[in-house]
Every structure is written in C-alpha cells, then in structure tokens.
C-alpha cells in the first residue's frame, strides 16, 4: 500500500461491478437515442473509458474541462469552464455528463443548465461516487455508481494535487498528507 493512502475504499473488482452495472441502466435509459458522453476533465477519464467500453449501445463521446475549487480541497463556489464543448448538432443529442464524484453539487447543476441553454436534446448526469452529506445545493445524479462517505479519496482518476490519479483502486487519503 502508498503510504499516503489510509485504507482502500473500493477495490479494483468493486469498482468493475459498478462500471458493468451502470452501463447496464445507461443501455436501458438510452435505448434507441444518440448518445453522446461527455466526460468532465480530468477525474472522470478512467471511469469514462471503462464506462464507455461496457455501453453496448452507440455512444460519441466530447469533453469540457471545469473547475470550481480555489484551493487543493475546498470548492471556491464559482464555476469557470476552461474547455467547452464544440458541437454544431448538440440540439440532436442526449447528453449524459460523466463525472468521477459529486460534493457540493454546484458543478454539475451548473452544467446541466448550460448545456440545456446550449440547446442539448436532453443532458443528465452519471457519477461514479456520489457524498451526498457535503451538498450545498439541491441535486442529485441520474446514474450514481456508490455513495460514499465525506473522507477525501484518491485514486481511478481522482487526484490530489495531480497525484494518485492512476491507483486502480479508490483510496482514502491520510488527513496529514492535505491538511498540512
């Protein structure tokens, strides 16, 4: 184990399990529709790979990169948007946003708004982790893979200061490696 890390959260298999059955719902939602994903740089990008690998039906995929943290761990409360999304037909798609974990909310009920304004078909959202305890507004996911507890957690995409992003296993991070 990285010294860094406290305890595994969720293991390699776990989360393949997650991964299959999600996809299984998004098959069914989206049955017979032109999906396209749309990953949230950069945390969500291991999941998205996998999730889109499992998805039997036709999916395009797209990325936006946002940010809405000030500081290492703390939500700054405002939303910029560094990449967005470039489509001519995103009034002819089905928007499914895939983000690696959801806190305060404030992110993805943004984005669903602006997307819908943009003039997507439809836009929901699909997380992988979901700490609903840390919720500043009112929002919730429509495709969830585990709710966890408010502990800070690295590892399948989700980082720290850019590190652990490639551990195949969600971990929860030691308090004294961010609360320095």
């Not at 184990?1 to 996809?23: F, G, P, T, Y």
């Not at 699909?126 to 609903?132: A, Q, R």
Request: net charge neutral.
């Amino acid at each position: 184990m990285i010294k860094e890390i406290d305890r595994k959260l969720i293991s390699e298999d776990e989360l393949q399990r997650i991964v299959s059955r999600i996809a299984g719902e998004i098959d069914k939602a989206y049955e017979g529709k032109r999906l396209l994903l749309l990953a949230i740089l950069k945390g969500s990008v291991v999941f998205m790979g996998d999730l889109m690998k499992k998805i039997r039906i036709p999916v395009e995929i797209d990325f936006m990169k946002v940010s809405s943290y000030g500081g290492d761990t703390v939500s700054s409360g405002h939303i910029d948007i560094h990449l967005d999304i470039q489509r001519k037909d995103i009034s002819d798609c089905d928007i499914l946003i895939i983000e690696d974990i959801i806190d305060s909310g404030r992110t993805l009920s943004y984005l669903v708004e602006y997307l819908k304004l943009k003039g997507a078909k439809s836009v929901k959202t699909c997380t992988l982790l979901d700490k609903p305890s840390r919720r500043t507004v009112a929002y919730n996911a429509d495709f969830v893979g585990k709710i966890i507890p408010d502990e800070f957690v690295v590892g399948y995409g989700l980082d720290y200061n850019e590190r652990f992003r490639a551990l195949p296993f969600i971990g929860v991070l030691k308090p004294e490696v961010y609360q320095k």
